[in-house]
């Protein structure tokens, strides 16, 4: 079960790519949701959302960034090993639906949580503006895939290697003053959201941002992912990860999500040794 | 037999041997250490045998409990496990979880002049004997009559129906959310009360039955209950209990240090935190720590803390000691290992710093009030009562609500207006054709042997529908 049938290495080995045997999950799998996944019997329960899924094969892929122990694990696994568990599909999924003009905003692994959600607003029929960005060239994912699921892809990097010399936000408030536009959606660092979010309020463009706070089971029975939406709190896993991006308590996010960096040095520390 | 009658009353209940606490509160071994065989007969014979056994009433189930300690007498353990079987598939768990003070316990004959006989302490010692020495047979299985039963949720509810239907000859399979299997049996009572190697074996021998468990199914979301029956199923058991964490909506609950019990307990116990960094799940360790509410799931919560290294662990309930729910026996140990109760107060809000980590709690003291509806007196805040405490670690446990995934993924289950499932309290049968409940999930937050009881009509319910039709 759960058998790793292909892996590939993205962003120079920082970003792994697993498609993963779970028929059940990929037949029922929807653009925006995750699944929970453990690499072992000891490991901790880490979710990730689902980059594509092949209902037909089977599979879904996940895309993540090598950040701790535990994706450490994830990226040290090759094909035909298996996943101890993989629970999903999780979350709710994002609603598709005609809008007009939509700008998608990516950063980061983002980008992968962006993929499935772009491609179906395009078929949906929307006229769809990717924005991605990126520390430097070499770090950029995925452009060829949100190439052909855009109409229209602008590439921003931080040192200027590729494309626009700075942030999303610069190219964002280039189309905001230019176009009328219907919906935005943004993922990727909290901190990118944050600003996506601020920008889009001033014009009052409605904007969609998927959550990532620190989760254990997933299914709405732990209250650990809790975040703060328009002063009240919901629990990310089961009312998101999406949420109307100008309602959400960003800073509450960012310390909730340090709750356990002391732990997680020294799960990386052990984990180096061992390997 | 005047006389005879009068020796009993005269031997003393036996004590259970117990790790001291200043040595418990430090590690995660079982606290009490079970009887000897020779104390479990001795204590046996303390039981009159009675014609109209009271302590039967007081067993949800009707355990026949002279049935059974009149084998352990005798020095058949083997026997009285058998017996036990008769009405409780999970007799060890039983005997170490069960509120007796307010059960068999509390109806026992003896317990009106001196102290009851100590039914849970002999179901376990008979329930441990039988599985530490394999020597108890297997129940016989049925013919198989081919047809297919789906029970969602490894609860001891849920573990019930499929022990139930499997000697019944039917098929069953267990769907588990999550990686284990044991439901609060696994995530929320701690090791140290009910060790995971006894569930492990319980769910090892429904296996060895041929009962079938897929986990990390998520019912509602990997898969439906039509999906269910689209694949063959002919019934379906919900047992998915209580899941979903009550908080208390003060300002501050989102500070880092602010838990709820589920959360707590399911990073100590099913990801195994307290064994952090061998297992990778990383828990809070608190110094000092305060735990919100008096039930069986505080006193859980608090003991793990102490155990985590807190320096103090206080528990915070606005009402009087008299009303604290938990299990007597729990509160006993928790104060013996130097939990503080603080109560007739109430939390109002959480104080945290900078980085958003907690620093403290406001607290209001109460006074008890006129009753209410529920005939215990209310507690009413003293006016200006406000003062702070200082801690880096709050644990909610005022209970638990029902989990709605599974049932806004099945429309056509009627519930009550709590959000629990309407069944039929003789058959356990829903208002969805081919779909019966029990346990939390109908009830709310309750015990291990009612959920148990719960699914034995359950079973029978299904198994004349599968054999006679709904
Ligand atoms: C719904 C959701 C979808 C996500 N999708 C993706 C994705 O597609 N690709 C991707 O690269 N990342 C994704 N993430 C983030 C990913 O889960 C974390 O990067 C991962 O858990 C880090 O684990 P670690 O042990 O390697 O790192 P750690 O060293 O444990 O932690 C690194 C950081 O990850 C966060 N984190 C740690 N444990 C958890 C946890 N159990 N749950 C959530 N966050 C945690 C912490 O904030 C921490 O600062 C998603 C998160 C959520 C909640
Ligand atoms: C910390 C704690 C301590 C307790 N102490 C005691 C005690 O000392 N004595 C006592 O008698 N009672 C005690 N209780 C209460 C008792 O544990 C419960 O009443 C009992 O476990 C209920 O059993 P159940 O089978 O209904 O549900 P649960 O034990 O809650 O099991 C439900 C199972 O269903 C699974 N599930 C949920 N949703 C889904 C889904 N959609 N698909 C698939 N699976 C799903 C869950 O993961 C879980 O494994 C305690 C409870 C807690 C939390
Ligand atoms: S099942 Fe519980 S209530 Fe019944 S006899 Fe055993 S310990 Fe007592
Ligand atoms: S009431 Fe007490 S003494 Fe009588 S049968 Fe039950 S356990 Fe024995
Ligand atoms: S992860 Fe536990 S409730 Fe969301």
């Known amino acids: ?275 | 037999m005047v006389e005879k009658k009068a020796k009993k009353e005269q031997t003393p209940r036996s004590k259970m041997p117990e790790q001291a606490p200043e040595v418990r509160n430090k590690n995660f071994l079982e606290v009490p250490l079970g009887l000897t065989p020779e104390m479990a007969m001795t204590e046996a014979s303390r039981c009159l045998q009675c014609k109209k056994p009271a302590c039967v009433e007081g067993c949800p189930v009707s355990v026949d409990i002279p049935g059974f300690i009149a084998r352990i007498a005798d020095g058949d353990f083997n026997g009285a496990a058998v017996k036990l079987w008769e009405r409780n598939a999970l007799p060890a768990v039983c005997g170490r979880v069960c509120p007796q003070e307010i059960q068999c316990e509390g109806l026992c004959i003896l317990g009106k002049k001196g102290d009851s006989v100590a039914i849970g302490y002999l179901e376990r010692f008979a329930a441990d004997f039988a599985r530490e020495n394999g020597t108890a047979e297997l129940p016989k299985v049925a013919e198989k009559t081919g047809k297919k039963v789906a029970v969602i949720g490894s609860g001891p509810s849920g573990l019930t129906v499929a022990g139930d239907l499997i000697v019944k000859g039917h098929d069953v399979t267990i769907f588990e959310a999550f990686h284990q299997t044991g439901g609060v049996l696994v995530y929320g009572i701690p090791e140290f009360r009910l060790p995971k190697s006894i569930v492990a074996s319980e769910v090892a021998t429904l296996e060895k039955l041929g009962v079938n468990i897929e986990t990390n199914s998520v019912v509602g979301a990997t898969v439906t209950i039509d999906e269910l029956f689209e694949e063959g199923y002919d019934a379906v058991y919900v047992g998915v209990g209580a899941g979903l964490p009550r908080f208390m909506n003060l300002p501050g609950e989102n500070f880092i240090g602010v838990f709820s019990a589920n959360e707590y307990l399911t990073r100590t116990n099913l990801m195994k935190a307290y064994r952090f960094p061998e297992y990778d799940t990383p828990v809070a360790r608190g110094k000092n720590v305060v735990v919100l509410g008096a039930g069986n799931v505080a006193m859980d919560a608090a003991r793990t803390a102490m155990r985590l290294g807190a320096e103090s662990v206080k528990v915070v309930y606005r009402r009087s000691r008299a009303e604290m729910p938990a299990r007597a026996e729990e509160l006993h140990h928790a104060e013996e290992e130097g939990i503080e109760f603080i109560l007739l107060t109430n939390p109002t809000r959480f104080f945290g710093d900078e980085n958003g980590r907690l620093t403290g709690m406001e607290c209001l003291k109460m006074e008890l009030g006129e009753p209410d509806a529920s005939g215990r007196r209310r507690p009413v805040a003293v006016a200006g009562s406000e003062y702070t405490i200082e801690c880096d670690l709050v644990v909610v446990s005022v209970g638990a609500q029902p989990n709605p995934l599974l049932t806004n993924a099945t429309p056509d289950i009627t519930l009550n207006r709590w959000g629990n499932i309407e069944a039929d309290p003789a058959t356990g049968k829903t208002t969805k054709k081919g779909v019966w409940a029990g346990g939390d999930i109908v009830t709310g937050m309750a015990t291990v042997i009612l959920a148990m009881g719960a699914g034995r009509e359950a079973a029978d319910s299904i198994h004349d529908y599968l054999t006679l039709g709904w």
């Open chain 1, 1 to 275: 079960m759960f058998e790793i049938v292909n892996r590939e290495e993205m962003a120079q080995g920082t970003i792994v790519l697993n498609e993963i045997d779970a028929p059940r999950i990929a037949r029922k799998a929807k653009p925006g949701q995750f699944v929970i996944l453990q690499a072992n019997e000891k490991g901790e329960r880490i979710p990730l959302t689902m980059a594509d899924v092949d209902p037909e094969k089977g599979t879904i892929t996940i895309i993540y960034m090598i950040v701790g122990k535990s994706t450490k694990v994830f990226g040290s696994m090759q094909v035909g090993e298996n996943y101890y568990a993989v629970i999903g599909p999780l979350g709710k999924a994002t609603h598709i639906e005609k809008r007009g003009k939509v700008v998608c905003v990516g950063g980061g692994t983002g980008i992968a949580v962006l993929h499935p959600i772009t491609r179906a607003l395009k078929e949906a029929g929307n006229e769809v503006t990717t924005i991605l960005g990126s520390r430097n060239k070499d770090l950029l994912i995925l452009e060829d895939k949100m190439t052909s699921a855009s109409h229209h892809l602008h590439i921003c990097t931080d040192d200027g290697s590729r494309g626009h010399h700075g942030f999303v936000t610069d190219v964002l408030k280039d189309i905001l003053a230019k176009e009328k536009i219907d919906l935005v959606v943004a993922i990727g660092p909290v901190p990118m959201m944050k600003f996506v979010s601020m920008i889009t309020k001033e014009k009052g463009v409605e904007t969609l941002v998927s959550l990532n706070p620190i989760m254990v089971d997933g299914t709405g029975m732990c209250g650990g992912c809790r975040v703060s939406v328009g002063g009240t709190t919901k629990f990310a896993c089961v009312d998101g990860p999406e949420f109307d991006g100008h309602a959400v308590d960003y800073d509450e996010l960012s310390k909730r999500l340090t709750a356990y960096q002391a732990d997680e040095k020294i799960s990386l520390e052990e984990c180096k040794q061992n390997i």
